[in-house]
Structure formats: C-alpha cells, structure tokens
C-alpha cells in the first residue's frame, strides 16, 4: 500500500522560529491535505492543497504533485502552534484518506 | 462550517462489557463515514467505511465482530466495541464525507477517548 512519511518526526522551536515540515507519498494520491492535531486530540484542517502553493496568515503549503511530496510551512511560531501535524492523502479510486506518521512539534515561549 | 460530533468524549469501561460510540454530521448529509483508531504518539488508522444504507467495509487486519458499524441515518453512524478489552483502549475518530462536495472533503470528530480497564 502507499506510505506516507513525515519528517522531521519531532521538532522543538523557540517561539518566533520558522520551520518546514516535510510529507512524502510512496505513490501518487489525490486531495491532500494538512492537520493539526490540538492537544486534546481535534484535527484541524489547515490546508486543502492537491498541487500548487497557498498560504493561511503564518501558515502556507507547497504540494509537488510530479514528485509526490508537500512542505508545510511556519513562520514566527506560537506557543500555540504546538501539536502534531498531519498530511493525508486520498487514495486513488476511492474516498478513503491515508495519514502520514506525523510531526510532533513544540514550540517553546 | 460543517460539523461533525461525537458522543461520548471519553468512556472507561470494565473488560467484557461493549461501548458505543456515536458520530453526527450536526449540518450536512453524509452518505459516507469513516472510523479510525489513533494510538498514543501514533498516526490514525483507517479501521472502516460506514455506508448509509449498507454495510460497513472493514480494512485489512479489523475484526468486524469486534467493531460493529452501523449507518442508519445520513447523519449518524455508530461503532459498538464489543466485549472491549484494555488492548481496544485507544483514541477512535470518524469523519463524515459531505456528499457531493467540491472537492471532496472530509470532516473530522472531535473524537473519542476509550480506557477498558
């Protein structure tokens, strides 16, 4: 089956940093998108982003089709922002969402 | 926005007894349903789609017997952990599909904590 990796798995910042999170596809998927998930355990939907680049406030997402991988960006980060980011991807032919193994992030005041 | 709820929270229950674990689309219609398990510090995995109307598709490795779905409205699906026991013990969300949607997307649950003790 298709796997989806993140990276990095873990990461601390100092609040203000700026990081890139990084989700590769073993194959090709459709609809991806980007998580965050709070510390009691909602998933957040940040980013609907199949190709191309879009941008929320702090937040923006660069998904590479062709190359079957997607970088979510944070500038200046929060204390706020900490929590586990999630990209799923849907799989080809059916509604079915794969995730991928996440990146745990703290961000530290 | 589109809503989707689930009740309870959080259930502890004692080993043998079965739970039931509600999801609600509160402002949409979805024919479709999907139940995953996240573990602690671990990614969520698909364990079923729930079809209104029909019966529910179980991934690889699940047991049906075990995790009973049932969709019997458009805006509400079920999943019954029978005879739990503390390996069952996770954290279960689902997510409701919003027909005809463009794109396709899915909304999550805020989830469902489980302890089988």
């Known amino acids: 089956g298709i796997q989806v990796e993140q990276s990095p798995p873990d990461l601390i910042l100092q609040e203000g940093a700026n990081s890139t999170l990084r989700c590769n596809f073993s194959?090709?998927?459709?609809?991806l998108q980007w998580f965050h998930q709070n510390p009691w355990g909602q998933l957040i939907n940040l980013f609907y982003?199949?190709?191309g680049t879009k941008q929320n406030g702090r937040l923006s997402a660069t998904t590479v089709a062709t190359e079957r991988y997607s970088l979510l960006y944070i500038s200046s980060s929060q204390t706020t922002d900490s929590g586990v980011y999630f990209c799923a991807g849907g799989l080809p032919g059916t509604y079915k969402y794969i995730f991928g193994t996440g990146t745990r992030l703290k961000v530290l005041a | 926005g589109a809503v989707v709820s689930q009740h309870p929270s959080w259930v502890i229950c004692k080993s043998g007894t079965s739970v039931k674990i509600e999801c609600r689309s509160l402002?949409?219609?979805?024919?479709?349903m999907f139940w995953y398990r996240q573990f602690p510090k671990q990614s969520l995995m698909l364990m079923a789609t729930?079809?209104?109307?029909?019966?529910?598709?179980?991934e690889q490795g699940v047991e049906k017997d075990k995790f009973l779905i049932n969709h019997a409205s458009l805006t509400l699906s079920t999943l019954t952990v029978t005879s739990a026991h503390p390996e069952d013990s996770s954290f279960y969300i689902c997510?409701?599909?919003?027909?005809?949607?463009?794109?396709?997307?899915?909304?999550f649950g805020p989830g469902t904590r489980l302890t089988v003790l």
């Open positions: 402002d949409f219609q979805a024919t479709t």
């Open positions: 729930s079809n209104e109307g029909s019966k529910a598709t179980y």
């Open positions: 194959d090709s998927v459709n609809n």
């Open positions: 982003i199949p190709s």
């Open positions: 997510s409701a599909r919003r027909s005809k949607s463009r794109p396709d997307t899915q909304y």
